[in-house]
């Protein structure tokens, strides 16, 4: 085979030892990597109602086959696990070199299973893993950079790519996420936890095997071709110029900037935290994942209140921006970077704790909480000192942030009276910064998603927008190859959007799937379109990929996670939108907008008709699974775990 390493590793913690499996081509046909492949493993090894931070959970990391070869957007990687947020699928991906190298080390994934008596870590070296001990790396709340450093100094290997959990994973914040380069992060659904329950601290990974592709000069010339497009391609050179940042004034103009826990879509003080202010303000420079030449992310330096915003924890993003800035009120752009870098140290993920805190803020403002219960915090909107104290709480599991550390949806119920009625979450998961009051199309795909709401689960309504007569853009055409013709406009709700988010919804799950970064290959604004991910793909592997094989990948995968999920007997139950939404947004652009419930269940209908799965349940039919290869699930013994715990928020 092309592309792929060939080989998976399985971990057993318990035990202490490891097999490597070579799996068949129509295997890696079928299943192709990141999450689907994770999928795969996650239903075959952990039973029906298993604890997430139990013996029975699985924990696995997957690439594919593009991963490692020399082109923009391709050193991405998936963690698949039960979620110990919402009990259902936990699905997170990173982008850096850890995926590439991981590729180097002669692997397409990594599946865990069991927990170690004692805290190890992973050393992954040309085909060779050694489990190593790592009670020296945990308890003292070390930094993950000082972690990273410690591990490399100790292999010996200066350029070892190294994942770890941070000391929030260690003390339990149900929001912990998994950190990559001490700057990037497998940042959604929980991944940190359920790592820290296996005493797993770490995995570093160097290699030399770089991988074999189907036709070099392919992929040279679509390389060459994207990156002289850069300059004409006006959403990446806003990536490669301002980040995800370079969102921010767009995002306010329409009225989508979260604000003041999603009670509106305008945030007054947005140029204040616009990705243009950080190029004037603390921008120090651009870094990169492994060959991309977009380099997107931010590196940034400046202190607040005498802290500083080091550098080696590379900068915020769009979200970490909107979650700590607007969606609080904070308007300090240096008091947000410095809650970027403490997610970084700790190892949190930014888009909950930061909508968390938003939370608690409206609960304050609100009188649901008051001063004896945040232990003397004034937790009003706009003030960064009050935030930044809630967060250091929250990464420590002490006081008040105890509370929050369990994430908004277990913290209202731990709270009590009525703070439940102001929780943005959809399956235990804080929304992020794309309101789908305004993105129509994100309210279903918010509900639906197997995950928790999602930005990066599809393309978003801006890009199937008419334009007047005699413009053109580039994400139409592309658009109209997914079969999407009869363009619609933003605030629109209709059959002709549901069916925009069921086709780029599928496009974004083989992006998933086969490990890419969806700010460089996608179905619209994209450096690469539809025609290029088939190109991409045979030039990778060799094999006859059509753009309808394509979908199918990317409607594998999302009938993988809902099948899981339904045999935790969650469907279309869970399939909905927080209280808060149905209600009208205050100012700016999208002043009264609000999804009406009526709207939204019409809108879940013609999708699961789309999907072909049962409109009652939600769940995918027999047939649907047969027709995807899938039958087998139907088979696999339904005994529940013997672990108890948790199943679902
Ligand atoms: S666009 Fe940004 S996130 Fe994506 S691969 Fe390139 S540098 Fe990484």
């Not at 999928?39 to 959970?57: I, S, V």
């Amino acid at each position: 085979m092309y592309g792929f390493a060939g080989k998976v590793l399985h971990v057993d913690l318990t035990r202490g030892d490891f097999t490597i499996e070579q799996p068949d081509e129509a295997f890696y046909r079928q299943y192709w990597g990141g999450s689907a492949m994770g999928m795969y493993y996650l239903l075959k090894h952990t039973p029906p109602l298993a604890d997430p931070l139990g013996l029975d959970n699985t924990l696995s990391f997957f690439i594919s086959a593009p991963t490692g070869v020399p082109i923009s957007g391709q050193s991405r990687a998936t963690a698949t696990t039960k979620s110990p947020i919402s009990g259902l699928v936990g699905d997170s991906q990173t982008g850096g070199f850890w995926p590439a190298e991981l590729k180097f080390a002669g692997f397409d994934g990594i599946v865990i299973t069991g927990q170690s008596p004692t805290p190890v870590y992973l050393w992954i070296k040309d085909g060779q893993l050694e489990i190593r001990a790592a009670d020296h790396l945990w308890g003292h709340d070390f930094t993950t950079g000082e972690v990273e450093q410690k591990i490399k100094d100790e292999l010996g290997e200066p350029q070892a790519e190294v994942i770890q959990i941070g000391a929030a994973g260690e003390r339990g914040v149900r929001f912990a996420c998994v950190m990559n380069m001490s700057n990037r992060a497998f940042g959604r659904t929980g991944i940190g936890p359920v790592m820290a329950s296996k005493n797993l601290k770490a995995i570093a990974v160097r290699g030399t095997q770089k991988p074999e592709v189907f036709d070099k000069a392919a992929i040279a010339a679509l390389n060459r071709s994207g990156t002289k497009e850069i300059p004409n391609n006006a959403d990446v050179k806003g990536l490669q110029d301002y980040g995800t940042a370079s969102v921010v004034s767009f995002q306010n103009a329409i009225g989508s900037l979260p604000t003041h826990n999603y009670t509106s879509g305008y945030f007054e003080k947005a140029d204040e935290i616009s990705g243009e202010k950080m190029a004037d303000t603390i921008l120090q420079g651009n870094d990169t994942c492994f060959g991309c030449t977009v380099r997107c992310k931010r590196v940034v330096e400046t202190e607040y209140r005498k802290s500083k915003v080091l550098p080696t924890y590379g900068g915020p993003e769009y979200e970490s921006i909107a979650t700590f800035g607007s969606y609080c009120g904070v308007s300090d752009l240096p008091a947000i970077a410095l809650a970027n870098q403490i997610c970084a140290e700790w190892g949190v993920d930014t888009i909950a704790c930061g909508a968390t805190i938003a939370f608690a803020m409206e609960l304050y403002e609100n009188e649901v909480l008051n001063l004896d219960d945040t232990g003397g915090i004034a937790l009003r909107y706009g003030d960064a000192d009050a935030m930044l104290q809630t967060l250091n709480q929250i990464v420590r599991k002490e006081g008040f942030g105890a509370i929050l550390a369990e994430g908004s949806e277990r913290a209202a119920q731990l709270i009590g009276r009525d703070a439940a009625e102001y929780l943005i979450t959809v399956k235990g998961t804080e929304l992020p910064a794309h309101m789908p009051q305004v993105k129509r199309s994100l309210s279903v795909i918010y509900a639906v998603n197997p995950f928790g709401a999602d930005h990066q689960s599809s393309e978003h309504d801006p890009m199937y927008a008419p334009v007047k007569d005699g413009e053109s853009n580039l994400y139409l055409p592309r658009l109209a190859k997914l079969g999407l013709t009869q363009p619609q406009r933003t605030k629109v709700m209709n059959a002709e959007k549901v069916k925009f988010a069921w086709e780029t919804q599928k496009n974004y799950s083989f992006l998933d799937t086969l490990s890419l970064c969806q700010f460089v290959w996608g179905p619209a604004w994209t450096l690469y379109g539809p025609d290029e991910e088939v190109a991409l793909i045979k030039a990778v592997t060799g094999w006859d990929v059509t753009l309808d094989e394509i979908q199918q990948i990317g409607e594998r995968r999302i009938n993988l996670m809902r099948a899981f999920n339904a045999r935790e007997g969650v469907g279309r139950d869970k399939d909905t939108l927080p209280q808060k939404l149905f209600k009208p947004l205050k100012g700016g652009r999208s002043d009264g907008l609000f999804i009406s419930k009526e709207e939204l269940e019409a809108a879940l209908d013609m999708y699961y008709d789309l999907a072909g799965w049962d409109k009652t349940t939600g769940n995918p039919t027999p047939a649907k699974l047969a027709e995807l290869g899938l039958e087998w699930i139907l088979e696999l013994d339904t005994t529940p775990a013997n672990s108890t715990g948790e199943t679902s928020a």
